[in-house]
Each structure stands twice: as structure tokens, then as C-alpha cells.
């Protein structure tokens, strides 16, 4: 199979931007990701853009990723829009990879941007809605909280989990993210203040949750071999799979993440115990435990153990989410695939200042999205390895 | 490169249906598309979903793929929203096939699907708006008509086309249409009823417009080899090209179709001469004729005299839009795309019934969609061939 390198990643910062539209968010992280990269625009053959609420928020629908680059000097190449709910960026990052190995293209863009702040919080919110079949959910408000806080009850009821282990995944997401230049959460909380923050759906509360957010990402990835060499530690692509959660019998077990990641260590050659770091889709802070197990981090039912031992932290055995994930770097939904990405890139290069972690060779990426009957609509697992041994 | 063959196709017809959802017409479609392919929904390993205006319409985004699908039994495989605007069907058509070059799936369905029908003209037409930058266009009303306009308008000026060209043309359209099962407009025109019905944007009237529809298409693609061999005649695809219209003079020249169409012959092996069908994106009925410069069916300036020489008839040299194009069989926005692939498909294998064509081997299908500059946002050329001999 062709080789497959991420060759430069770049973020527009997450948070609130009122003066920046879709264009301006675009634009730097892709500007960003070119100089990461050492490329021109003109290098790019072939673009995969992801957004997922631009039509019911900006009204911009159809040609949302044509629009978007305007401004970026982009020239003839086939742009293709990708939407997948929060799995939308990572959808993109696959359609890339598989362009390339398709031998469709050498160098290949994927960018994701949201703009989630529209001056009216209502109208965000109900767009969120459209990440589940309408013809099912609509009204009844919105669907993931309450999935999340439905399985933790169950988790805190059956005494697998307390109400500890939420705050302290929490504290750990929030310490993160304080490290993080892009994040859009950068102060350390306390565990009393995730659980005296105000209540979303019991067990959760505010300080759990990712919130409304604007921000971009971008990934180039090539051929290996198609562009010089530089000094910087090569990134490739060990592990792609794909997965929505329709099942026959209704039942979410195994979770379509599990599959996924099965799937993704197979083509990795590779298991969990090699995975030095990951990145994993806490839309709420504490659904990273949860995926502890279904990533095979630890066996179910273990994840408050190895949280507790402290293997997940910035200094620990496999550091999860050092970015601050979806909760405390933020979520703008169609770019947090990608943002998960760069930060895996920019942790097994060593450039991740200040929340590096140490020399990691193996990363992986969880991002899933959207709701089908308890389940993620769409699921993408991704490893990348570090080429060059660090020294 | 991995061989890759279309397997099935299928529709539901195009049209005004208000009682239909869009599941209901995905469903139907994918139904057909099944049994063509006499597979069952459990072959199918991925899914590209192909939707323009269901955010803006129906208020259904992010996952609209998984939506329109909940009722057809798919399980778990991977499923990736795609939109482009009037070409969206054949960029979910291209993804398809990509994947199948890289080695993710063996048999792959791309459907596409719209709704805009919704009790609401002006809705629709506004939802239509944007396929263009809203940034740029929002507020002019819609761009499409107005720019055909423009070029037949500069046409008629310079004299190498009529009005009665433009007629002819439509009538055309018209005839083969009324041959199509599942085209929305089934009634033959004469040029006076052409000439003398509504007038749209100078020269163009009522009758060369495509109009507002429902429906849906469904292609399933299959590495070769992948399922056993029927008695029907095999269809392989030997071109796949794709583009975007961003240049860097605002140049129209070569036109973003022009220069796919080369990049598919080239891929394929073949040059205009050796096509022998073709379905061209003919939002309005004589833009086929620009269309025949563009793709090399004639010289540029010649498409008059091809046109008049009765080549592109039915019963001609090389039919063009032998379904009845966008303007007669309909224009369900990302649908489109891969009705035209039905349609050269059930050609290449003799299936097409009154419209069938004197024994085609090689076959076109031209896509395009948005508008940016003046140009094409997206523009994909597909070239499929059928394998067997005609006996």
C-alpha cells in the first residue's frame, strides 16, 4: 500500500472570534499548515474540506469549502465538501489519505472550520440538532449531553466510576488545555469547581462539557517520498478506518469506536499497548474514560483504575488528550478531526512546547460523530508513527 | 490501477412527489440499484452520500447520508456526506471509485438525493443561491440562469449560433425525455413552443430551463472480480477526472469542463472522437451546445454545424443527453450526477428501451456544479466503457 506522510498541520485557535468569518478561519489555518509544511498553495492537488453547520448557520451550503478558499490563492484542483457531523474533519483527513492511495493525487489538503458563534445561541444549539435524524430527535432537544450522562449514570450506579473520577478527568482535560496556545479553555480548574459548576444533565455539568466554538484546522498529506526532505521527524499514516453505527439488533455493543480502532490497529499491525499517546473525542470530558476501554486503553471496566494511576497524564504511560481535547481546546465541530491530527503531529515531532510529552512514536486519534440510535453516525480512528527513532 | 466496474443502477424517477421524504426517495433508488447489481444491502462496504440542499430545505445536515439510509437496512459500514453544489452526485460517484483504487472497499453504493419540492418556491430558489459564495452573490438572485444567458447571448451576437439552434436543441432534449420512464418532463416540444413560452433571462425561456424537482440515483461500483458473473454486460469505468473552477486570471479558458474532460481522456486512453454517448450537464437545454466545444465533440465554434448534422440525436453519431438531460429528465440538484451515470450505463448494456442507441462501447458523462468567477466550482468527467463485444 502507498505510503502516506502528514507532512504540515495548522490551526486557526479555537474560541470566540466575532470578527472572523469562515474565510479568515480557513485561511490562517491553512496558510499555517502550508508554512508547516514548507509548500505553496500551488503544491496542493487535491482539497477535502469539512463543515458541518455553515448551511443552517451561514446560510452557505453547496460549495461551502469553494467559498471558504477564496482567499487562499487555491487554483484548479478538485475541492470536495465532506460533512459528518463532529466526525467531519476526520472524514476529510481519510478521504485524503485515500486519494493518495488511490493514486488520484500526491499532495492533498484537508481543512475543517466551524463558526458556531452567530450572535444567537438558540440558533447554534438547533443547528447542533441536525446531527441526528430529525425525523427522530427534533424537539425533544439536544441528544448527545443526554447520551453521555445516561451512560455515565449507569457507570457511577454500578460502581465502575464515582463522581471523582469525572472531576479528576475533567482537571486533567482543563491542565491540559491551559498549555495549549490554541485552546480555547486555558485555566486550570479545580476539582471542586467542575462538581459545584452548574449542573447540564446529572452527572454532568458546565466545566464537563465542550462548548460553542470558531476555529479551523488543516493537515496536508503526501506520497511519501513526493516532496524533499526536510530536518524535521517524518509523520506517517500507519492506521485509517472508517465506520458508521447502524447495527441490526439496536444494541451499541461493541461501540462503533471499538470496531473502528480494531479495525485501525489491524492495519497498523499494531496494538493498544503500542500506542504511546492519544487523542480521543471527549465531547464531554468524562466520555474519555469511557473510551479508555473501548480504545482497549485498559479492559472494560478498567478505566478508573488506569485514570487513577495516573498512566493518562501529560507524564504518564499513554498520555490522552494533551491537547485538552474537545473539552477544554473547544469544538468547532467540523475541525476538531483535524485538530486532534495536528496535535498527534506535533506531539511525535517534539514540538508541542510546553504539554510535550515523552518521545512517542505511536499516536492515535478517535473522533466520531452525529447520533443513530445511541450510537456514532460516523466513527474515524487514525495511527500515525514517528519514522525516525528519536535520538 | 485496480479495475474498477459499475454493478448496479438505479432511480427514483424525478419529479414532484410531495408525499415522498427523503428516505423514501433514497430507499427507492438504492432498492433498484440493488437488484440491478442482484447484491444485497449487506455487500455494500461504504457509502458516499451525495446531498446539496437538505441543510437549507429540509434543516437535515452533518449526517444526512445516515439519515436518508436509516430505512435501508445498511450496518455499520462507513458512510461520508458529499456536496458540490449541481455536482455532488458525481463527486459522491468519484469517491466511490477512489476508494475502491485504494484498497478500502470492494463494492462501494454512491446515492444521491434532493428534495425541492418543499411548499415554497422562493425557498428553493434561495437554497439554490448557495451553490455560489453567498459572500459575493447573495442578494443578486440566481446566478446560473443569467450566466448561460450571457454566453449563448455573446453566441447569438457573433453569429455562430441561432436562436434557432437554441430551439432545436431543447426540442431535442424534449423527444428523448418523453422516452425516459424517469424523466420529469415527458412531453415533446415543438421549436415554436420553445421560442414562444415564458421568457427566463434572454434567450433562454421557460421551456430550455431545468426545473425544481425530487428524486434520487444510486451507482454501485465494484473492484472487478469482486462478485460473480451474470449474464449482463459488464460496464468499467476508464476515466475518472475532477476539478474546481478557481483560476488565477479569472479566466474562463479553458473551461474548467474542457480541461477535466482532457485529464479523462488521458486517463482513459481515448479521445473525443472514440466517445459514442453522452450526458452533459445541461442546466439549461442549449447549454449542450457549449458543452459539445468543451468536451471535443467539435471544434470550438462548431457545435452549429454538429448540432444541425443531426449527430447528437438518438439515432446520431455520438447522442448527447440521450435521458433528456437536466432540462427534460430534471435537475434534483445531487442526484444528477449519477442519473447521468444510470443512464450511460443502461445504454452501454442495451438496456435503455425507446431511447436505446446504436450499440455505444464508450460513453461520457460531464457534471458540473457552482460558481466561482464565472466558472465551474466543481466539475467531474467520467468515461465508462463496456467490456463485452456487441454481438
Known amino acids: 500500500m502507498t505510503d502516506v506522510e502528514v507532512i504540515g498541520v495548522g490551526m486557526h485557535p479555537f474560541g470566540r472570534y466575532p470578527d472572523a468569518s469562515l474565510k479568515d478561519l480557513a485561511r490562517v489555518a491553512v496558510t499555517r499548515a502550508l508554512n508547516d509544511a514548507g509548500l505553496e498553495i500551488k503544491d496542493i492537488q487535491a482539497v477535502y474540506s469539512a463543515n458541518a453547520m455553515g448551511g443552517l448557520l451561514q446560510g452557505q451550503e453547496q460549495i461551502r469549502g469553494q467559498a471558504a478558499l477564496r482567499d487562499v490563492g487555491i487554483e484548479g484542483v478538485p475541492i470536495v465538501n465532506i460533512e459528518n457531523a463532529c466526525a467531519s474533519g476526520s472524514s476529510a483527513f481519510r478521504q485524503a489519505i485515500l486519494a493518495i492511495r488511490a493514486g488520484a493525487a500526491d499532495t492533498v489538503l484537508a ?16 443547528a447542533l440538532e441536525s ?27 454500578e460502581g465502575s466510576l464515582t463522581v471523582g473520577d469525572l472531576a479528576a478527568v475533567t482537571v486533567k482535560s482543563h491542565r491540559n488545555g491551559a498549555l495549549n496556545p490554541n485552546a480555547q479553555h486555558r485555566k486550570p480548574v479545580t476539582a471542586e469547581e467542575v462538581l459545584e459548576a452548574r449542573p447540564i444533565a446529572e452527572p454532568l455539568t458546565l466545566l464537563m462539557c465542550s462548548s460553542i466554538a470558531d476555529g479551523a484546522a488543516a493537515v496536508i498529506v503526501t506520497r511519501a517520498g513526493t516532496h524533499g526532505r526536510t530536518s524535521r521527524p517524518r509523520v506517517r499514516v500507519r492506521g485509517s478506518a472508517a465506520r458508521s453505527g447502524f447495527t441490526s439488533d439496536g444494541s451499541a455493543e461493541p461501540s462503533t469506536s471499538t470496531v473502528c480502532a480494531q479495525r485501525a490497529y489491524e492495519e497498523a499491525g499494531a496494538g493498544p499497548a503500542d500506542i504511546d499517546l492519544a487523542e480521543v473525542h471527549d465531547a464531554m470530558a468524562p466520555g474519555e474514560l469511557l473510551y479508555y476501554e473501548q480504545l482497549g486503553f485498559c479492559e472494560p471496566g478498567g478505566a478508573a483504575d488506569l485514570l487513577r494511576s495516573g498512566a493518562t497524564q501529560l507524564e504518564g504511560r499513554i498520555p490522552v488528550n494533551s491537547s485538552g481535547g474537545l473539552s477544554s481546546r473547544g469544538h468547532p465541530v467540523a475541525a476538531t478531526g483535524l485538530a486532534q491530527v495536528a496535535e498527534i503531529v506535533w506531539q511525535l515531532r517534539g514540538e508541542a512546547g510546553e504539554r510535550q510529552v515523552r518521545a512517542p512514536r505511536l499516536a492515535l486519534a478517535q473522533n466520531s460523530g452525529g447520533w443513530l440510535e445511541g450510537e456514532s453516525a460516523a466513527a474515524n480512528v487514525h495511527i500515525l508513527e514517528r519514522v525516525e527513532p528519536w535520538s
Open 131 to 157: 446531527a441526528a435524524d430529525l425525523d427522530v430527535v427534533a424537539g425533544l432537544g439536544l441528544q448527545f449531553t443526554a447520551v453521555y450522562a445516561m451512560r455515565l449514570r449507569n457507570r457511577l450506579d
Open 111 to 126: 481543512v475543517g472550520f466551524e463558526k458556531m458563534f452567530v450572535g444567537d445561541r438558540d440558533r447554534s444549539l438547533a
